[in-house]
């Protein structure tokens, strides 16, 4: 535990200097999807999807529900496709409608994203799979095919604004969701180690994907951020203010440097 002396301004940019280390991230404040590649396995099939900004600072993925029962469920994403990570840490924020039967989340370690051949790791939340407050999954997708490896009820209602965290070292996989009124202690959790053959790399991303052909995809990503371990978390632990300066403690993690800016 370190005290830094500090002025109000130093210390928020410090703070947010923090957040930031070593990793990628997209708030979509620009409304734009730069660097990220849009998947829509069913266009082939002529079922368009839509990648839109609500607000201009948020990115919402949604398909109808298209009723052809060959081609699947709903479902769509985007990718950051030109880095590939081993160990992973992502975290996003999602804002749905929860009278909508869909899987909504994040991917890791993907390969080929396409009908019928996408491979990786899926972190994945339903609000209508268990009452009150849904289902938090951890998926095997082989060729789009999802296998339940490992799962979690939430034992409250919850809000329509959560964040859903996925970490992977090697065979372990680890996944949180949160609400945001408490980012700190997650309202669900669970875990799983892949002891047989596991896919050991792969890009990162964002989806979602109906529990029926008739039921449409409807998911609002924000504040994505993805790095191979967790960034470090500035907590506070207190603070006195004395004229125009500040006070104070925070945690802190051994062999990093801490300076103002």
């Known amino acids: 535990m370190k005290t830094l002396r500090n002025s109000l301004l130093h210390l928020i ?32 099939q002529g079922v368009p999807a839509t990648w839109t900004f609500p607000n201009g600072n948020s990115y919402n993925i949604a398909m109808e529900g298209h ?48 009908l019928a051949t996408l491979d990786g790791y899926g972190a994945v939340y339903n609000p209508r799979d268990a009452d009150p407050g849904g289902r938090l999954y951890i998926l095997r997708i082989d060729d789009e095919a999802g296998i339940v490896m490992a799962e979690a009820d939430i034992e409250e209602a919850v809000s329509e604004n959560l964040r859903i965290v996925f970490r992977g070292k090697g065979r372990e996989l680890k996944t949180e969701l949160y609400t945001q009124e408490d980012l700190l202690n997650p309202i669900a959790a669970t875990e799983v180690f892949e002891a047989g053959e596991f896919f050991e790399s792969g890009f990162l991303g964002v989806f979602s994907v109906s529990d029926d052909v008739s039921v449409p995809i409807d998911v609002t990503f924000d504040n994505y951020i993805a790095a191979e371990e967790e960034p470090y978390r500035f907590e506070l632990i207190g603070a006195t203010i004395e004229g125009n300066e500040m006070n104070i403690e925070f945690y802190s993690k051994p062999c990093l440097l801490y300076t103002s800016p």
Do not use: C, H
Not at 22 to 37: I, L, M, R, V, Y
């Open 13 to 44: 940019m410090l703070g947010l200097s923090f957040i930031s280390l070593n990793a990628q991230s997209d708030d979509f404040e620009d409304g734009k999807d730069n660097g990220w590649t849009k998947v829509n396995t069913l266009a082939g």
């Open 67 to 114: 009723g052809i029962e060959p081609l699947g469920p709903p479902r769509a994403g985007s990718f950051i496709q030109d880095i590939t990570y081993e160990n992973f840490y992502i975290a996003v924020d999602i804002n749905f409608d929860s009278s909508i039967d869909q899987n909504m989340g994040v991917l890791a370690r993907v390969k080929e994203p396409g």
